[in-house]
């Protein structure tokens, strides 16, 4: 599955930058069947995930970025979004969407090729 990412680039602290994950290539009713989420990864560290949505619709965000960053999903045009509000310079890292957001043993994910957000201070 093709998880095509897109957004990412240099932005003051402060600023806002929303990105884009898009499966052009699956039947709806199979994008909407599983959770999708974000991860990211700075510098020297592990990547983490960021913000999910689950099938039902609930909403989940590490506490780093809880109040500032917003997911959404549009099952009809099989998009996932993040829009990130307030940013600063700790959340400079490569940012990938991810389908489902977590997995069981034995179960496959996807992950898109990742976008860079730069926060500049």
């Known amino acids: 599955v093709q998880l095509q990412a897109s957004g990412g680039g240099l932005v003051q602290a402060g600023g806002s930058l929303r990105l884009t994950c898009a499966v052009p290539?699956?039947?709806?009713?199979?994008?909407?069947?599983?959770?999708m989420g974000w991860y990211r990864q700075a510098p020297g560290k592990e990547r983490e995930l960021v913000a999910c949505?689950?099938?039902?619709?609930?909403?989940n965000y590490a506490d780093s970025v809880k109040g500032r960053f917003t997911v959404s999903k549009d099952n009809s045009r099989k998009r996932l979004y993040l829009q990130m509000t307030s940013l600063n310079a700790e959340d400079t890292a490569v940012y990938y969407c991810?389908?489902?957001?977590?997995?069981?043993?034995?179960?496959?994910?996807?992950w898109g090729e990742g976008t860079l957000v730069t926060v500049s201070s």
């Open positions: 991810r389908r489902p957001c977590t997995v069981t043993p034995g179960e496959r994910g996807d």
């Open positions: 290539r699956m039947i709806t009713s199979v994008f909407n069947s599983k959770s």
């Open positions: 949505v689950e099938v039902g619709g609930q909403r």
